[in-house]
């Protein structure tokens, strides 16, 4: 059992420098200060960042007390603060009540059912990229930025999968929106002085910029899924018909957008960054 709260101050770990504690070690390299904790301190280490104590739990048994079992006794760190900018209250930043209610309207769309449909439309996006991959090289012979054909690939997948729709063309301006807002995100949580987003900084106009390009993309699909009537068993279509069974409602239209907003993300530029380190190993 993990201990109770006057003893977690007696857990191992780096002592870091000064005032700052692991602070800086975490912004130059994470992975390096992570794993040389877990070898050096073991499954549960605590660090020092600031004047804010966090920990790690490596051991299986103490995750599991963590994220299942005594869930109610944790809340989301406020390094989260900086995704709900960007997503709203989908799954990834929602708790409690309300992220069971939307895990609930959510869930009969990854029913294994329904996943076994998306395998021919990943197929699909898969193969057309390996056919325009030759003509590509052929018309400009320089060198082929993988993970951008990467999160291309995996934008589309998620549009055709979750959406019903096809956004390669929305891929480029999505990815680069993506990634000023996701730097803007970390930014933001790892400021010691944090401006608020609608202090019209040059960072936080970009943004707000970006922010407006990856939610219009969202949008606009719901616009005209709702303005064609078409009813889709995708993951967006079950979102929309969805409704609770114990109090008969469906969801917001902000909850609707936050949830394809997560999903999308949460689909889209993890599963190329895996991809991408995949080609590089």
């Given at each position: 059992p993990l201990p109770d709260r006057p003893m977690l101050k007696n857990f191992p770990g780096p002592r870091g420098k000064p005032l700052a504690g692991s602070i800086f070690d975490a912004w130059a390299d994470p992975l390096s200060l992570f794993t040389s904790a877990t070898r050096d301190h073991g499954d549960l280490v605590r660090f020092r960042f600031g004047w804010i104590d966090y920990y790690l739990v490596s051991d299986a048994t103490a995750a599991h007390r963590v994220l299942v079992e005594n869930a109610k006794a944790y809340r989301k760190s406020p390094n989260y603060q900086g995704l709900k900018m960007i997503l709203g209250d989908g799954l990834l930043t929602s708790e409690g009540e309300l992220w069971k209610r939307q895990r609930k309207l959510a869930q009969p769309a990854f029913h294994r059912e329904s996943l076994r449909g998306f395998v021919d439309e990943m197929a699909?996006?898969?193969?057309?990229?390996?056919?325009?991959?030759?003509?590509?090289?052929?018309?400009?012979?320089?060198?082929?930025?993988?993970?951008?054909?990467?999160?291309?690939?995996?934008?589309?997948?998620?549009?055709?999968?979750?959406?019903?729709?096809?956004?390669?063309?929305?891929?480029?301006?999505?990815?680069?929106?993506?990634?000023?807002?996701?730097?803007?995100?970390?930014?933001?949580?790892?400021?010691?002085?944090?401006?608020?987003?609608?202090?019209?900084?040059?960072?936080?106009?970009?943004?707000?910029?970006?922010?407006?390009?990856?939610?219009?993309?969202?949008?606009?699909?719901?616009?005209?899924?709702?303005?064609?009537?078409?009813?889709?068993?995708?993951?967006?279509?079950?979102?929309?018909?969805?409704?609770?069974?114990?109090?008969?409602?469906?969801?917001?239209?902000?909850?609707?957008?936050?949830?394809l907003l997560t999903l999308t993300l949460a689909g889209h530029e993890t599963t190329a960054n895996a991809l991408s380190f995949t080609f590089y190993l």
């Open positions: 699909g996006a898969t193969l057309d990229l390996l056919e325009r991959w030759p003509r590509a090289r052929a018309a400009l012979p320089a060198p082929m930025d993988v993970h951008a054909e990467m999160m291309r690939l995996t934008f589309r997948i998620v549009g055709k999968t979750l959406l019903g729709a096809d956004l390669e063309a929305d891929a480029r301006d999505f990815g680069a929106a993506l990634n000023v807002a996701l730097k803007w995100a970390n930014d933001y949580v790892e400021s010691v002085v944090r401006i608020p987003p609608w202090v019209p900084t040059p960072e936080n106009i970009r943004f707000r910029r970006a922010q407006r390009t990856i939610e219009s993309v969202v949008r606009r699909v719901v616009d005209e899924r709702r303005r064609d009537g078409v009813r889709k068993r995708d993951l967006l279509g079950m979102l929309m018909s969805a409704t609770d069974t114990d109090t008969g409602e469906s969801m917001s239209d902000r909850l609707l957008m936050d949830e």
